[in-house]
């Protein structure tokens, strides 16, 4: 069974940059969540996909977006990168019947200069 | 506002101790609360928790959840190097959008000495 795997592992940007990241689901899980975890906290969630929709999201602006496709996989766009947005960006995968219990990639480590 | 407060923020012991790690929370809708285990960068899931009173064990890990006065411990006995890590508490909450989202405390950062 393969885990969670998230795409790419580190990534420095500049202020006012685009960011995408990348997740691939767990086999049969259908959920798809993202968090964003600053040094020092705990995770803190931006948004659910589920059948490629969203289906909940956090206290995060317009310029946080993602997307779900047929595979269940799903990527994290980020607009007019700021500082503050430099963390670890977290992706969780979950499935039908147990969608609280979500199994987490390894992360990816973004650096805005 | 929903809050998840983890308490020690850290803890130094020795191998072969037995710690209790501590998890309170106040937030609506509650519908589960999860422990998860951080050793680098991936949380890797312990338990899941509904109901009071149940306690969940796994090896030298068990947790308990008391509903009423809205807290959870997690224990750890004879603690080896390999439990060093951060232990994430997470609270699920019904939401109107169908969505199940984690609330996380700050974390609890182990360290075991030899």
């Known amino acids: 069974e393969t885990g969670v795997t998230q795409s790419p592992t580190h990534l420095i940007k500049t202020r006012g940059q685009q960011v995408t990241l990348r997740c691939s689901s767990q086999?049969?899980?259908?959920?798809v969540s993202w968090y964003q975890q600053a040094l020092g906290q705990g995770p803190q969630f931006i948004f659910q996909?589920?059948?490629?929709?969203?289906?909940g999201r956090g206290n995060f602006p317009p310029r946080f977006s993602g997307l779900q496709f047929p595979n269940y996989s799903s990527e994290l766009n980020v607009n007019a990168l700021e500082l503050d947005d430099s963390a670890l960006y977290l992706c969780?995968?979950?499935?039908?019947?147990?969608?609280?219990?979500?199994?987490f990639g390894a992360g990816t480590r973004l650096s805005v200069l | 506002e929903d809050k998840v407060v983890q308490s020690p923020l850290s803890l130094v012991v020795h191998e072969g101790d037995t710690v209790t790690l501590n998890c309170s929370y106040e937030?609506?809708?509650?519908?589960?609360l999860l422990w998860y285990k951080q050793e680098k960068k991936a949380p890797t899931f312990l338990f899941m928790l509904?109901?009071?009173?149940i306690e969940k064990k796994s090896g030298r890990l068990s947790s308990i959840l008391d509903k009423k006065e809205l807290f959870s411990i997690l224990n750890i006995t004879a603690t080896q190097t390999g439990d060093s890590a951060v232990y994430l508490c997470?609270?699920?909450?019904?939401?109107?959008?169908?969505?199940?989202?984690?609330?996380f405390g700050k974390g609890t950062k182990l360290s075991v000495i030899p």
């Open positions: 996909y589920y059948r490629e929709e969203e289906n």
């Open positions: 509904t109901s009071s009173g």
């Open positions: 997470a609270v699920d909450q019904h939401s109107g959008a169908g969505s199940y989202q984690l609330t």
């Open positions: 969780a995968s979950s499935k039908t019947g147990t969608r609280n219990i979500q199994y």
């Open positions: 937030v609506t809708n509650f519908r589960s």
């Open positions: 086999s049969g899980h259908n959920t």
